[in-house]
């Protein structure tokens, strides 16, 4: 959001500028996504997770194993297929600006390692309160346990969950990996965060301010996956160091168990199906 804020000060000559509420400040991610709507509040980023319970085309983003690497992520999301996701939210009065890399979740572990999918059978893993990821977790054999982040580190401790899964900026900054001595890159799912702007702020703007946001988040984004790929960079160096053992299991393996998801959605939401082909062919 600061790079954001940046370039949008230096592209209007420092006729726009934005304030920003760092840390949860206006309320809940859901929260501020009301606010945009009504108004209150003009620009906000949030996780693609919380956006699909407002805008039904971002569970997509949310399939396990949909994206074949990184590069493929962003060929998706840059394209065709993302610009499309982030327009739909307009008629939501949520309007997708840009994605920024948040990285790939994977499971970590405090007692085993887990190296094929039959290592999660019987464990416990804390998820999101997100069906896709409670899914995800119990087709591969384990038991999903939706619980708040803010109560993870003393139930890793405690053994009251056996595991849970993130991106490695994460596992660091909230000090897992102190309990957590297992971390499988299996990167199950590569959900982006989305840069939004409220449509009742958008349709204020002249056509020249519109230009002047939209360029300043797409450079916003170039930026922010730098600096994002240096932090993961740096807490996988943290987290060998305090004796994190790094597991590459074989993803193909954990792709095959997990299909009864993808396959169960489609069926949920036929509509969705033309989507998700285009992903998988791009």
């Not at 370039?7 to 006729?15: I, P, Q, T, Y």
């Not at 804390?126 to 109560?151: C, H, K, W, Y």
């Not at 056509?207 to 932090?231: G, H, L, P, T, Y």
Request: negative net charge.
């Amino acid at each position: 959001m600061l790079e954001f804020k940046k370039a949008l000060k230096l592209k209007s000559g420092g006729k726009m500028d934005i304030k920003i509420f760092p840390d949860g400040q206006l309320g809940s991610e859901r929260e501020v996504l009301e606010l945009l709507q009504i108004g209150s509040v003009a620009v906000t980023k949030v996780s693609a997770a919380t956006l699909s319970n407002f805008v039904p085309e971002y569970h997509v983003l949310g399939i396990p194993y949909l994206f074949r690497n990184k590069q493929h992520q962003f060929d998706v999301l840059e394209g065709e297929v993302g610009k499309s996701i982030l327009e739909k939210g307009s008629k939501f009065w949520l309007r997708g600006l840009c994605y920024y890399d948040a990285g790939s979740r994977s499971f970590y572990t405090s007692k085993k390692a887990i190296r094929t999918p039959e290592d999660l059978k019987g464990l416990k893993i804390r998820v999101m309160n997100n069906q896709m990821a409670i899914n995800m977790v119990n087709s591969l054999g384990g038991s999903a346990t939706p619980m708040s982040f803010g109560e993870l580190y003393t139930a890793l401790q405690q053994g009251v969950v056996d595991g849970a899964e993130n991106n490695p900026p994460s596992f660091v900054s909230s000090n897992h990996y102190e309990v957590s001595k297992y971390y499988t890159l299996d990167q199950h799912s590569s959900l982006p965060d989305v840069l939004l702007i409220g449509t009742k702020y958008w349709d204020t703007l002249s056509d020249e301010e519109k230009v002047w946001v939209q360029e300043s988040a797409d450079e916003s984004s170039k930026s922010q996956k730098v600096f994002w790929n240096d932090s993961v960079n740096e807490s996988m160096e943290i987290a060998k160091k305090a004796g994190v053992e790094i597991i590459i299991p074989e993803k193909a393996l954990f792709q095959e168990k997990s299909k009864p998801v993808l396959e169960a959605f489609e069926k949920e939401h036929p509509e969705m199906s033309g989507i998700i082909n285009k992903i998988k062919n791009q």
